[in-house]
């Protein structure tokens, strides 16, 4: 049985989520079924945010491109907004903003991992405790600002601390 690499699942699965962002193109059934098939898509992106950060190199290196490719998809999203905006406003269209950004999500997580793992080369408790409150504000405030935060996030930290530990791992996914 032939398998696939990573890079030819991160491409099945970009065709994936495009299939789930043009619903204005299709019919509410075909839609409905692009998004049902595309549910995959962020879990499997955030997991592969978790095997980036644990095979990279330089971590913090691999969260600022995250940041710098979420920063990129938020200017576009905004030019792509007020180009719309304008011409739907003219035709007195429903105005339909466009708001996802899952690279914000992958670098909330990154993020969220780099502070996981500063917190067992701290020694100190206070400082353990500030890290542990940030991640759970960052946990927070990505869950109800990101795409898919609310899934996606707790799954990236669960899947991190969880790594090589299968049977911990199930029981708490």
């Known amino acids: ?20 962002h043009i619903p204005m193109f299709v019919s509410v059934e075909v839609s409905t079924f692009f998004h049902l098939v595309s549910r995959c898509v962020a879990v499997f992106f955030g997991y592969m945010v ?3 950060m644990i ?6 290196n691999y969260t600022l491109r995250l940041w710098i490719s979420a920063l990129i998809m938020l200017l576009g999203n905004t030019i792509l907004n007020f180009i719309f ?3 739907l406003s003219s035709t ?8 996802n950004n899952i690279f914000l999500t ?9 502070l996981a793992d500063r917190i067992k080369q701290q020694s100190a408790l206070i400082a353990k ?9 960052l946990l927070l405030a990505g869950s109800l600002f990101s795409e898919g935060g609310l899934v996606v996030l ?13 049977r911990l791992a199930f029981m708490a996914i």
């Open 50 to 52: 978790v095997e980036g």
């Open 154 to 166: 707790p799954f990236i930290l669960i899947t991190f601390l969880t790594k090589n530990k299968k």
């Open 129 to 137: 405790g500030l890290i542990i409150l940030a991640v759970i504000l």
């Open 1 to 20: 049985m032939k398998t696939f690499n990573r890079n030819q699942l991160k491409l099945f699965m970009l065709f994936l989520m495009t299939l789930d």
């Open 85 to 87: 905006g304008l011409f």
């Open 92 to 99: 007195r269209e429903t105005l339909y903003l466009i708001n």
């Open 106 to 114: 992958l670098a909330i997580g990154a993020t969220i991992l780099c």
């Open 55 to 60: 095979h990279t190199k330089n971590k913090y």
